[in-house]
């Protein structure tokens, strides 16, 4: 009896890594996150970016923007209703000026993302301030480029 099972199941393993991979690519066509909800991660890009080395801003460097850039993706697909694209934009310059070097265009940027998070611009809820504003304290090297986070917002 128990050799009627076993058999079958050791005749399915070398098969598994096929079937997993089928079912992985049947979910990427099944639709993804912009098909679902048009503009939720419009701008989002990947934080795993490859680049020739020495040009702009390596992986570490931007790694602090992806994560504000993604918290703020996830934060849009759960709250679609949200006025946050202008947030998004801002971030995305900052992306662009830590990939080429510009320091000055990275503390202006992040000053008025901090900003608009204190002042709770667009009109989002005080809710949604703190949490992008709990990510964006924690990851953003203020010191290295004399980023100024407003007081209200820091814990």
Not at 1 to 26: E, F, G, K, N
Not at 84 to 91: G, I, V, W
């Amino acid at each position: 009896m128990r050799r009627m099972v076993l058999v079958p199941a050791l005749a399915i393993i070398p098969w598994l890594p096929l079937l997993c991979s089928r079912a992985a690519d049947q979910l990427v066509e099944a639709g993804t996150p912009t098909q679902e909800r048009p503009g939720a991660f419009a701008g989002v890009e990947s934080p795993v970016r490859h680049k020739a080395p020495g040009v702009g801003g390596t992986p570490a460097s931007v790694a602090w923007v992806d994560d504000m850039r993604n918290s703020l993706g996830i934060y849009m697909w759960n709250h679609p209703t949200s006025q946050l694209n202008p947030y998004l934009e801002t971030l995305t310059l900052v992306r662009d000026a830590v990939d080429r070097g510009d320091r000055r265009t990275v503390k202006l940027e992040m000053d008025t993302y901090f900003t608009m998070l204190a002042l709770r611009a667009q009109g989002i809820s005080e809710a949604e301030a703190k949490d992008l504003s709990a990510v964006a304290v924690q990851v953003t090297p203020a010191q290295a480029y004399g980023i100024v986070i407003p007081r209200s917002l820091r814990r």
